[in-house]
């Protein structure tokens, strides 16, 4: 399953929203019901840490300014004010099919 | 708290071998998936393989398949990745990630560097 993130880059002003597009090139629903859409966020020199998963869920410690959306192929992430900690590389993941595949990757920085 | 920590690369010349290992704690390491993902550099996220909890199914990713090995030691509460033949493009850094479907935490990582 090809995985599609746009934009690949993300110029934004602090307290300003972002929104992050990941398209699948199937639909994502598991035989399960669930939907096995991730979120991940990876700062400057650190390891990826997950902020959503199945599709809208917030990883425990992940400010309510982030937010999952979507169904089928069609995929969201929003950050509703962006703060200066929020600059890295955003990818999302699937584990409905074999293999996981990750999106490109969106890199978001501040103007 | 939970903790992966990575341990065993290097520099390798192309053809060579290298094990990776990952040291878990803070959980029941044997009632988990468990995944190795890698990252080229400059380069985004690819999923290496995964192992069931108690070791009886493996998968790995077709451009490591046959040259790769996943394995684990739930006495010891450790994650292994034995790489051979290894190549110019498998230089990455390799982390190790709690789960299949989760992949919730992740260690610090692990450079591997192909290179003669």
């Known amino acids: 399953v090809v995985m599609t993130q746009s934009p690949l880059s993300l110029p934004v002003t602090l307290g300003q929203p972002a929104s992050i597009s990941c398209r699948s090139s199937?639909?994502?629903?598991?035989?399960?019901?669930?939907?096995?859409l991730n979120w991940f966020q990876q700062r400057p020199g650190q390891s990826p840490r997950r902020l959503i998963y199945?599709?809208?869920n917030r990883d425990s410690g992940v400010p309510d300014r982030f937010s999952g959306s979507g169904s089928g192929t069609d995929f969201t992430l929003k950050i509703s004010r962006v703060e200066a900690e929020d600059v890295g590389v955003y990818y999302c993941?699937?584990?409905?099919?074999?293999?996981?595949?990750f999106g490109q990757g969106t890199r978001v920085d501040i103007k | 708290e939970v903790q992966l920590v990575e341990s065993g690369g290097g520099l390798v010349q192309p053809g060579g071998s290298l094990r990776l290992s990952c040291a878990a704690s803070?959980?029941?390491?044997?009632?988990?998936?468990m995944s190795w993902v890698r990252q080229a550099p400059g380069k985004g996220l690819e999923w290496v393989a995964n192992?069931?909890?108690?070791?009886?199914?493996?998968y790995h990713v077709d451009s490591v398949k046959g040259r790769f090995t996943i394995s684990r030691d739930n006495a010891k509460s450790s994650l292994y990745l034995q790489m051979n033949s290894l190549r110019a493009e498998d230089t990455a850094v390799y982390y190790c990630?709690?789960?299949?479907?989760?992949?919730?935490?992740w260690g610090q990582g692990t450079l591997v560097t192909v290179s003669s």
């Open positions: 990630a709690r789960g299949s479907q989760l992949l919730d935490y």
């Open positions: 803070g959980f029941t390491f044997s009632t988990y998936y």
């Open positions: 192992i069931k909890q108690d070791g009886s199914e493996k």
């Open positions: 199937q639909s994502l629903v598991h035989s399960d019901g669930n939907t096995h």
């Open positions: 199945k599709v809208s």
């Open positions: 993941l699937q584990t409905t099919h074999w293999p996981p595949t």
